[in-house]
């Protein structure tokens, strides 16, 4: 009889870390079941890179917490690249410096980096995000377009900004010129639950700069 072939998905999401320098008022990580104190060391990624490179695997999206907040990410970057895999990343943006944008166009290997940007200005952002974190999550975003890293955006809609989308669709689009950005779907989760802080339901929305056009 023939062997079924194996099949391996091209790429993986894997949550990198469970610890974030943020405290988001909606964050999932610091509320649920999942959450746990001690991330996998480098040398049990190094492992599991391995095994992805063989079997197949193209691509790694590297999740958390806050993925740039582990002490070694540029070494599991490298662990990635020696492993012949593409990278992407979901990041809040604020520890993404000058130094590290450059090390990570070096790396030749990047599909995107996403950015967490919540409004069109520090009150907007800073409301969910903690004070201060706007400045830095658009200097994060900034560094990465200076040295042409593929960067995107994700918008996380809630009742408090969900009508300001058209002026953060403006910055992001036409001040920054980001070729698109995504926003969530809205739901009851993490640690706005107890506050019902998002109460309405919402689609997922991918907005681009042609189609941001008279939006
Ligand atoms: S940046 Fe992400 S992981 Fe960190 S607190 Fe905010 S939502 Fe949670």
């Known amino acids: ?39 996998l060391p480098l040398e ?20 958390g917490g806050e993925p740039f907040y582990r002490k070694d990410i540029r070494q599991i970057i490298e662990s990635l690249v020696e492993n012949k895999m593409r990278f992407s990343a979901l990041s809040n943006g604020t520890l993404i410096d000058d130094d590290l944008a450059e090390f990570i166009k070096k790396t030749a290997r990047c599909s995107s980096i996403q950015v967490s940007i919540d409004g069109s ?27 042409k890293v593929p960067a995107t955006s994700r918008v996380t809609l809630s009742k408090y900004n ?8 403006k910055l992001l689009l036409e001040n920054l010129k980001l070729s698109n950005f995504s926003t969530n779907s809205v739901s009851y989760f993490g640690l706005c639950y107890g ?14 700069r042609s189609r941001a056009v008279g939006y």
């Open 44 to 63: 049990e990624w190094n492992r599991f890179f391995k095994e992805c490179n063989s079997i197949g695997i193209m691509n790694i999206c590297l999740c």
């Open 162 to 169: 969900y009508r300001h989308l058209p002026e953060t669709a």
């Open 121 to 147: 200005d520090a009150e907007s952002h800073d409301k969910f995000r903690g004070k201060g974190s706007f400045e830095k999550a658009l200097n994060g975003l900034e560094n990465l377009l200076c040295h």
């Open 1 to 39: 009889m023939a062997q079924r072939p194996y099949y391996a998905p091209r790429s993986l999401d894997i949550d990198i870390t469970t610890h974030c320098n943020l405290r988001c008022s909606y964050c999932s990580h610091f509320s649920s079941d999942g959450d746990v104190d001690k991330d």
């Open 195 to 208: 506050r019902a802080a998002g109460a309405f339901a919402y689609r997922t929305l991918i907005i681009s």
